[in-house]
């Protein structure tokens, strides 16, 4: 257990690193793509393709990992955060649009190698310690919603030209990530656990509640997303400073990392349906504050309450997909989980721009309700699925 808690510390720091970057790139990666954009239209393009990067690179890096084991593909997987970093700096010296957008591309293959620290933690963890240890990995995010965008308001008119100051600082990040992994203690698969294949991937995802699991996730991610990226163009156009906007965004992700110091617990107490089916209420909630007013207060609120619905999604999502595949059978079935969550979140990110640029803040959030509504019936659906076939077995 003393070593289940250490790597449990260290992937929280990762995540913690991580996370740092990634409130960075959602704080800047909008706007900067506003000023070099051909029109305006395409300005959460870079925020799109680092979405894409992940997407592109999610099931790789899964498939990656059984090979040659988790340490050794997670130290190399921040090496993409460095040169995906050097490009985006590059990018904004030579003011090019489409530079930036290939570097955010790069980047994104650095976060999807990320978003597996908290399924280590579930493979090293027992089982009624399991939605605990993925809830404390991912409260380690709450320390980087807070030194993320609060760095790039200092470092984003560091250097000329604007933006490239906070891009450049992503880079020390990426390497105290890959030193931090260096001391985590995971065994390498051996010959037999590589070569081990399990359920064709098909029976594995048929399941409801792997079904479920992946609903939740892809569309809880895809709804924050849609709204998140679009937030500080919003905020900007309704004639905000970036200093608020960068508040907002750090608020929002401290609301999505703060709760996870007890959503695990709380998963443990009432069961993992009803901790999800809270989260997706609380989208409801924020969408209806974002539709009361464009004030300061209405964006903040909003982007904290949704913060706090998409972690009760996440962390309740990832704990019921751990129980969908056995141990030889994860990187496929964890991969397809995140390949759909970033699917899901390129969308979002890329239609939001659009959206928010072409019809407003409101429609944003109107055209967000439908996907919510899905998700919460999926959760109800299931819930009383697995009630029946309770009744049914008693």
């Known amino acids: 257990m003393n070593s289940t808690k250490r790597n449990v510390g260290l992937l929280a720091a990762c ?3 991580l996370f740092t970057n990634n409130s960075t790139l959602i704080a800047i990666n909008g706007l900067a793509g506003l000023s070099l954009a051909p029109y305006a239209g395409l300005a959460t393009l870079p925020v799109t393709c680092w979405v894409l990067g992940g997407a592109i690179a999610t099931m790789p890096a899964s498939l990656y990992m059984k090979r040659v084991g988790r340490q050794r593909g997670l130290m190399r997987g921040t090496l993409w955060g460095v040169v995906g970093a050097l490009i985006c700096a590059a990018a904004i010296w030579a003011q090019s649009f489409w530079l930036l957008c290939f570097g955010t591309l790069v980047f994104g293959v650095f976060n999807a190698h990320g978003q597996y620290y908290r399924f280590v933690a579930a493979d090293v963890a027992p089982v009624d310690f399991r939605a605990t240890a993925i809830s404390l990995v991912l409260a380690g995010g709450l320390v980087g919603g807070i030194i993320g965008p609060t760095t790039s308001r200092w470092t984003i008119d560091a250097l000329t030209p604007k933006f490239m100051g906070a891009y450049l600082v ?9 030193l931090l992994l260096r001391y985590i203690r995971i065994p390498t698969p051996s010959a037999s656990e590589r070569s081990a294949g399990g359920r064709p ?55 999505m990392f703060a709760p996870s110091f007890v959503t695990g617990p709380l998963i443990k107490r009432v069961g993992v349906l009803p901790v999800m089916l809270a989260g997706a209420l609380l989208y409801f909630v924020a969408i209806g504050i974002a539709l009361s007013g464009i004030a300061v207060a209405q964006f903040w609120w909003s982007l904290v309450v949704i913060g706090v619905g998409w972690n009760f999604l996440y962390i309740g ?14 990187a496929r079935a964890q991969g397809l989980n995140e390949q759909a969550i970033f699917t899901m979140m390129a969308i979002s990110s890329f239609s939001s721009g659009m959206t928010v640029t072409a019809a407003g803040w409101e429609r944003v959030n109107l055209f967000a309700l439908p996907l919510v509504a899905a998700m919460a019936v999926a959760i109800v659906w299931y819930a009383f699925r697995q009630r029946a076939e309770r009744a049914a077995a008693a």
């Open 15 to 17: 995540q913690a690193l």
């Open 170 to 178: 992503l880079i020390a990040f990426a390497i105290a990530t890959m």
């Open 201 to 255: 991937l098909r029976e594995i995802v048929s399941q409801p509640k792997y079904i479920v699991a992946v609903a939740a996730g892809a569309i809880g991610y895809g709804v924050m997303n849609f709204l998140m990226t679009s937030t500080p163009i919003a905020m900007q156009v309704c004639g905000h400073p970036y200093r608020d906007a960068a508040f907002v965004i750090s608020s929002h992700i401290i609301g």
């Open 317 to 330: 999502g990832t704990t019921l997909l751990t129980e969908t595949y056995r141990y030889e059978e994860r």
